[in-house]
C-alpha cells in the first residue's frame, strides 16, 4: 500500500522560506517521477516543480529562481524547497509520485 506523508507547511511572511517533505512508502522511489502540485482557493490545482527518475527537472514559471525540488532516495523523501514566498503562492502543496498523491500540507504567506 503507498502512502504520501507530506508536512512542512505553515504560515510565514512574504520574502521568507519553507521547505516542504513528502515521504513515501510502498512506491519504488528511486525511480518514480514525482512532483509538486498546489491548489488555491477557488482555482485549479497547478504543477509547481516536477522531477523525472533521471533527475530532470521541471518548474511553473511563477516559481523558476525560488523554489527547488530535490530527492533523498535513501530516506524516500522528495523536498519542495521555497525561498522569497510571495503571498500568491498561498495554498495547499501536494506532492505526487507515479499516480499517487499525498494528503496536502496548507502553505500561508501572509503581507
Known amino acids: 500500500q503507498v502512502h504520501l506523508v507530506e508536512s512542512g507547511g505553515g504560515l510565514v511572511q512574504a520574502g521568507g522560506s519553507l521547505r516542504l517533505s513528502c515521504a513515501a512508502s510502498?512506491?519504488?522511489?528511486?525511480?518514480?517521477?514525482m512532483g509538486w502540485y498546489r491548489q488555491a482557493p477557488g482555482k485549479q490545482r497547478e504543477l509547481v516543480a516536477a522531477l523525472t527518475g533521471s533527475g530532470f527537472t521541471n518548474y511553473a514559471d511563477s516559481v523558476k529562481g525560488r523554489f527547488a525540488i530535490s530527492r533523498d532516495n535513501a530516506k524516500s523523501t522528495v523536498y519542495l524547497q521555497m525561498n522569497s514566498l510571495k503571498p500568491e503562492d498561498t495554498g495547499v502543496y501536494y506532492c505526487t509520485i507515479r499516480s499517487y498523491w499525498g494528503q496536502g500540507t496548507q502553505v500561508t504567506v501572509s503581507t
Open positions: 510502498g512506491v519504488a522511489f528511486s525511480i518514480s517521477a
